[in-house]
Every structure is written in structure tokens, then in C-alpha cells.
DNA sequence: CTTAAGTTGAACAGGTCTGTACGAGTTGAA
DNA sequence: TTCAACTCGTACAGACCTGTTCAACTTAAG
């Protein structure tokens, strides 16, 4: 994305900084530019010479992870039966969520949440294409906002990924379980459940 | 609860304090005793005259905020159909989350996770209790762990209260999806939704 | 009325954080 | 090789937080 007119070993720097904080913010939200540049192996001037302000950085941060997270979202084959597709959808968007469910933490905290709905646009309206699609072919229900059952996968992801913190369930039960409620949440009143 | 051996001004201020902490944290999670003293008309040194430490005084808010709860789930009749008694009991939980959960997210960053889920005990129980025997009675699914079903209402609700302050849904909507939403995704698998 | 319990603000110690300034040293690029 | 771009550590200013101490004041309770 441009090679810009940055110097080779500033642009490597940058790079360092930008790993860092995500690594150091999906471990504490509240991590702070010491400890990043610490973990980036820069001096914290340094970290301040390429972003201006600690918020500007977990903008940047934030804009790269939902950058990659839309690459690996773009490879899920949204075709065919709608709930076949979302069973896809769902595995590799519960990866991104478990990844990255401490970052957004750390983003909301400093981020405007009009900012931060604005980098959720198009990961969402991936999900929301593919429940109106399910929705016409009566896959799936329609006596709900689709934004409603947008926010349903959401936050039963969140819910899978706070059971594998308090150690209820393991990261591989995760996905099945998720997959199983989210279809029966979205099966349309008066049909059956998948079984 | 032990009408204790302090004089009626100190109660009186105590009650103040624990009533101005949990309305300042509902606001703000990271509210400073600084901020509650004021709020509670009430100088910062007899806050700590009375609370050792902030961690104890939120301690001291939350083990409040779940029991005027427990008083409140107690009165909800959960006996007859589960899913009627399902229905109730969402209601008033509903209340409870949308009220008490940014309260919830302050003690969560100072309480040991331990406290967290010894508080949470009780109130889980009743849910978990219900759907164990609506489980019995064939009316939800046992093909997952009751546990993951006490955690997916959790976070529904949770959801449900994010969706509001995102403004994209009212809080008299909620109450339906939520039931809605949550009947759909405990219906055993084969079986058909309640309309 | 008396007194002990309770309250108060101001002030302090000790800590953390952000963001900036500076001068000296290092390194990429032409 | 030369020079601007870049980096470094240290140090500082300003803000905010927690928790404690003190001496003076107010008030509940017997």
C-alpha cells in the first residue's frame, strides 16, 4: 500500500510497532506506548515520531487487523445453500473474533464508536448480504432485523470466546457449539431444526 | 443485615456511597473515588474511613447490586412450561443485565475473576436450574452443555444492551428478540420452532 | 452536657501515564 | 562519501490516580 516516501529501516520500525501493539494490546487493552515500544524494540520517541498519539495508533492497528480480516473473509465461498455457507462464514470468522476480541476492546476504549462502526462496515455487511440472502430462499427468519441477527453471531462468538477464558469449554468445542446455536437461532418460527 | 455497632450518620454515608458508586460506575467503570465521594456529597477521606480500598468498595457495590437481583429473580414463578417460565425469567433478567452490566465491566478490572464467578454463582444457578429441567421435560435441546446455554442467554443479553447504545434498537424491542432469539436456539434439534 | 465517633479539606508521598524537547549517535540512499 | 533521515536515552512538564496523615470541626448518643 504505497510504498510511501519513508526510508527502508523507518518503514521496517513502523512495521515492528504495528505487531507489537497488536500483540501487546490482545494481551492487556490498557497496554501502554512504553510497554509497545518496549516490545517493538524501538524507543518510545520513536514510536511517537510515526504515530502522533496513542489513539492514532490503535487506529492504525485496528485498520490492519480488519484489513486481514476481510483477506481471509474474502476466500469463504458464500454460494450455495445459505446455511451451508454460513456453517463456512461462521469457521472462519470465529477465528478472527477469538484473534482479535481484545484489540477491539482496547480500540473502543479510545476510538470514537462512530470510527469504530465504520471499520466494522464491511465485515458486517459480509454476514448481512449472506442472512438476506437466506432470508429470500427462507433459509433463515424473517420476524427479526437482519441487524439483529447480525449482532446475535456477534456476541455468541464473544460469549464462546469468554467460556474459553473462564476454562468452561476448549477452543476446538468452540466452533461446533457456535455453529449449532446460530442455526437454530436463525431457523425461521414453525420450521424444524437442523439436526 | 446486622444493624452493626456505627453510629446512624456513618451508615447514612455509607449508603450514600455504595448508591452514588454504583450509579458513577454505570456511567463510567473507571469512576474515580474521587468522583463517588463527590457524588455521594461525601468527602474523599471518609470514603476510605469506610472502604479500605477501591477494589473493597467495588466489592462492596457489586455483592449489593446481585443481591437487590436475587430479590428480584426470586419473585419470578418458574414452575409450568419451561418455556413459559423461560420467558418470564428472561424478562426480568433482561432488566438486571441492561442495568447492572457496564457496573459488571468495573468490577470485572479490579475483582479478582475467582470473586466474579463466585458473585455470579446464584443467579446462574436459577437459569441453569430451569433449563436442566426443561431439558428433562424434552422442551430444550441437550445436544449442548447447559453451561454453553446459561452463557449464550448471558450474552444475547449483553448484545441486546450494545444494540440499544449503538441506537440501533429500542429498549422495548429488546425484550422480545431476546426471547424471541433464545426460545429459536434452545428448541432440540428436529423439533420446530414456537411461532 | 459531654464525649467519642465521625467528618472535613488540605497536603503529601509514590506511582503511572502521555506527549515533548534535546543533543548525540546511527544508517539508508544517492 | 556525504547528508538528511532516522533513532536513541534521558529528562521534563502536566495530568491523574490511590492511599495516608493531620489538626480542626461537627454531630449522634447516652
Known amino acids: ?74 476466500q469463504v465461498d458464500l454460494t450455495g ?14 477465528q478472527l473474533v477469538d484473534g482479535f476480541r481484545t484489540l477491539l476492546v482496547a480500540a473502543q476504549e479510545v476510538l470514537p464508536p462512530a470510527r469504530v462502526r465504520e471499520l466494522h462496515a464491511d465485515p458486517m455487511a459480509r454476514v448481512e448480504r449472506l442472512l438476506e440472502r437466506g432470508r429470500a430462499e427462507g433459509a433463515f427468519r424473517t420476524d427479526l432485523p437482519t441487524t439483529w441477527l447480525v449482532s446475535i453471531m456477534h456476541n455468541v462468538m464473544h460469549g464462546a470466546a469468554n467460556e474459553i477464558q473462564a476454562g468452561r469449554i476448549t477452543s476446538a468445542e468452540a466452533a461446533p457449539y457456535i455453529t449449532a446455536t446460530l442455526l437454530a437461532a436463525y431457523t425461521p418460527p414453525g420450521e424444524r431444526v437442523l439436526v
Not at 81 to 90: E, G, Q, T, V
Request: charged content about 25%.
Open 1 to 74: 500500500m504505497a510504498g510511501s516516501t519513508k526510508r527502508a529501516d523507518a518503514q521496517r520500525n513502523i512495521d515492528a510497532i504495528l505487531a507489537a501493539a497488536a500483540e501487546c494490546l490482545s494481551r492487556n487493552p490498557a497496554a501502554s506506548t512504553s510497554e509497545i515500544a518496549k516490545a517493538a524494540g524501538v524507543g518510545r520517541v520513536t514510536l511517537y515520531g510515526h504515530f502522533p498519539s496513542r489513539a492514532e495508533l490503535l487506529d492504525a492497528v485496528f485498520v490492519r487487523a480488519i484489513a486481514t480480516g476481510e483477506e481471509s473473509l474474502g
Open 81 to 94: 445453500d445459505p446455511r451451508a455457507a454460513l456453517i463456512r462464514l461462521i469457521e472462519t470468522s470465529w
